[in-house]
C-alpha cells in the first residue's frame, strides 16, 4: 500500500482531522484513484477504530474525533467521486432511522450515489418513519434510503416501510436499506425493496431504481 494512504490511515485513527483532509489532498493531487483513497486510506483506518472499539481498546471519544476525520477527509473527496459521475439522474431522500445517530456510512452512500448523479436530500440521523414519509412527499421523490448501524434500531426500518405502505406514497417509491447489522434475509423478512452491502452497490442499485 502506498506510503500516504498508510499515513491517512494512522492519521484518521488518531483523530487528526486537519491533517487527514490536507493528506486526502495531496494523494489527489498524486493521482491516487479517489475509490482507493476512500477504501485503503479513510475506511481501512476506520475499520482499525471499529476493532479496536469492539475490543474496548479504545472508547466513545477516540471513535468520534476518528469520525470527525474520516468525515473531513470524506468532504475533500467528494468532488472526486462525484466527478465520476454524470448529470443529474432522479432524486432521493436518506437518513439514519430513529434512535441511531450513527452517519459515516449513510455520508459515504450518500455521496456515492450523488457520484452517480442523482439529487440527494439528506435528512440526517435519528429519523422517525413520520418524517421519512413527510420528506418523500414533500420533495416528491421515487427512492427512499434508510441506513441502521444498530441491531436495536433495525426495527425501525420496518417501521418506515410500514408507514411507506400504508400511504399513497406505496405505488410512487423503493424503499433501499443498508448498515452493517442489515442483511438481505432481513430486507427480505420486512418487505423492503432493496438492500445494498456497501456503498459502491448501495449506487448501482440506486440506479436501477431511479431508471
Ligand atoms: Co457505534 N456501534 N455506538 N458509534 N460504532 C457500532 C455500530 C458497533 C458495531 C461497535 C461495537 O460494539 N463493535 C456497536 C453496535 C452493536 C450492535 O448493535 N450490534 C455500536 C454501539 C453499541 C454504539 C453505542 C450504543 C455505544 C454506547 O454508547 N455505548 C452508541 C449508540 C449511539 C446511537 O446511535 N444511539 C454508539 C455511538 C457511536 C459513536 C457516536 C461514538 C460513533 C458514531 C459517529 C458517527 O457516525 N458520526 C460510533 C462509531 C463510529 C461506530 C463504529 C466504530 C464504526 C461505524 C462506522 O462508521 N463504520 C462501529 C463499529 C464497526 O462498525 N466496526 C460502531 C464505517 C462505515 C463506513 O461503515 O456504517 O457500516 P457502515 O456503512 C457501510 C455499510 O454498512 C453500508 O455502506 C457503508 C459504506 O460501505 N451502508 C449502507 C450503510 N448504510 C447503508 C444504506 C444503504 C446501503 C448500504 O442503503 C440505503
Known amino acids: 500500500m502506498s506510503e500516504i494512504l498508510r499515513e491517512i490511515s494512522e492519521s484518521l485513527q ?36 471499529g476493532e479496536k472499539f469492539k475490543m474496548n481498546e479504545v472508547f466513545v471519544p477516540e471513535v ?54 442523482i439529487e440527494m436530500i439528506d435528512l440526517g440521523v435519528d429519523v422517525s418513519p413520520e418524517r421519512f414519509l413527510e420528506a418523500a412527499k414533500e420533495h416528491d421523490i421515487s427512492l427512499v434510503c434508510c441506513s441502521a448501524l444498530l ?6 426500518i420496518k417501521n418506515v416501510v410500514n408507514i411507506f405502505k400504508s400511504s399513497d406514497m406505496a405505488d410512487k417509491v423503493k424503499i433501499m436499506i443498508g448498515g452493517a447489522p442489515v442483511t438481505q434475509s432481513f430486507c427480505d423478512q420486512i418487505g ?3 438492500y445494498a ?15
Not at 25 to 40: H, I, N, R, T, Y
Not at 197 to 211: G, H, K, N, Q, T
Open 192 to 194: 423492503a425493496d432493496g
Open 14 to 49: 488518531a483523530g487528526k482531522a486537519k491533517a487527514v483532509a490536507e493528506l486526502v489532498g495531496k494523494a489527489l493531487a498524486e493521482g491516487l484513484p479517489p475509490q482507493s483513497v476512500l477504501d485503503d486510506g479513510l475506511l481501512a483506518g476506520m475499520s482499525v477504530i
Open 151 to 156: 441491531t436495536t434500531t433495525m426495527s425501525e
Open 197 to 211: 452491502p456497501d456503498a459502491a452497490s448501495a449506487s448501482e442499485l440506486a440506479m436501477r431504481y431511479i431508471a
Open 64 to 117: 468520534l474525533v476518528a469520525a470527525r476525520a474520516m468525515n473531513k477527509g470524506a468532504e475533500v473527496l467528494k468532488p472526486a467521486l462525484a466527478a465520476e459521475g454524470i448529470g443529474a439522474r432522479g432524486r432521493a431522500i436518506i437518513g439514519t432511522v430513529k434512535g441511531d445517530l450513527h452517519d459515516i456510512g449513510k455520508n459515504l452512500v450518500k455521496m456515492m450515489m450523488e457520484g452517480k448523479g
